[in-house]
């Protein structure tokens, strides 16, 4: 994606302001145990050995991983995957500053293809983030088979998202009959949060044309809202048994809390 022009720095202001307002934005609302499940995904990729690195991320949004991992590991390169074009707009002008140790790339996880929209065909590590159960299981099986094939015989994969065991997972109508008041309020918040978010990103001259390109990629109500994917994401055992299929050699669980889980998987 091209930079914005010289002098823009209004945009850039407001897109680095977007991305801080990110992670609290859920943290303090609907997922409280964000903070520490990204820093056990940074954890994970400091047991790789010392050299240049390069990490592909999967369902970046504005980069608030990216950011932790560019800082966290000075030798490492991370390309940052998303949908969103939008997204990937702010996060390119937010963490600009890391120049070309960060690379932005527009692609659909849903395609079978998807991989060719990368600039590399060969990865240490891939991560993800809150974005896999966004996906049917064929989707994910093909996601893991790409994978398999992007990253060098050692590397590993590591996501960090909702997996419910298959033992613990309701159907989402009981499941909303039981949420406590406290999550509900919770989900208010968060909506606040998310339309004020959007607004203000609607406010910028310089991302009208990337909000446009968002409305034909990604057509649907303004902010958005999630139109489509499963209505309860695939369980933790799927996601073992996919990985084991896709030729993958191991893979635990890292960490957990309340369905939030850390996975690491070894190629
Ligand atoms: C809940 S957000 C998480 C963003 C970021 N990883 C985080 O943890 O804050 C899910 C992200 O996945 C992206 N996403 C969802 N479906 C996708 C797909 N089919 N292909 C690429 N990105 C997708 C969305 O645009 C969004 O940025």
């Not at 919770?186 to 968002?214: H, I, M, P, Y």
């Not at 499963?230 to 048994?241: C, D, N, R, S, V």
Request: proline content about 9%; some cysteine; aromatic content about 8%.
């Amino acid at each position: 994606m091209a930079p914005a022009p010289n002098g823009n720095a209004r945009a850039y202001h407001l897109c680095e302001r977007l991305l801080r307002q990110w992670d609290p934005m859920f943290s303090r609302t609907i997922d409280p145990t964000r903070d520490r499940r990204s820093a056990e995904i940074v954890a994970a990729l400091a047991e790789r050995p010392p050299g240049p690195f390069r990490v592909l991320e999967l369902g970046s949004g504005p980069g608030p991983l990216t950011e932790k991992l560019l800082r966290r590991f000075r030798t490492c390169r991370v390309v940052s995957l998303d949908h969103d074009p939008v997204l990937l707009r702010i996060g390119e002008l937010a963490l600009r500053r890391f120049h070309s140790r960060a690379t932005w790339v527009l692609a659909d996880l849903r395609a079978r293809d998807w991989r060719a929209e990368l600039p590399f065909q060969r990865f240490d590590a891939v991560v993800s983030s809150l974005t896999l159960h966004w996906l049917e299981e064929d989707e994910i099986r093909n996601v893991y088979r790409n994978l398999h094939r992007l990253l060098k015989p050692g590397g590993s994969f590591v996501d960090g998202d909702f997996l419910p065991s298959r033992s613990s997972r309701e159907p989402p109508e009981r499941a909303r009959r039981r949420r406590p008041a406290k999550e509900d309020s919770r989900l208010r918040a968060f909506k606040v949060q998310w339309g004020t978010w959007w607004n203000e990103v609607a406010t910028d001259r310089s991302l009208k044309g990337f909000l446009r390109e968002r409305e034909v990629r990604l057509p649907g109500p303004f902010p958005p809202r999630r139109t489509s994917g499963p209505k309860t994401p695939a369980p933790l055992e799927f996601h073992l048994e996919a990985l084991r299929a896709a030729g993958f050699l191991e893979s635990h669980v890292a960490w957990h809390d309340r369905g939030f889980r850390v996975l690491v998987a070894a190629r």
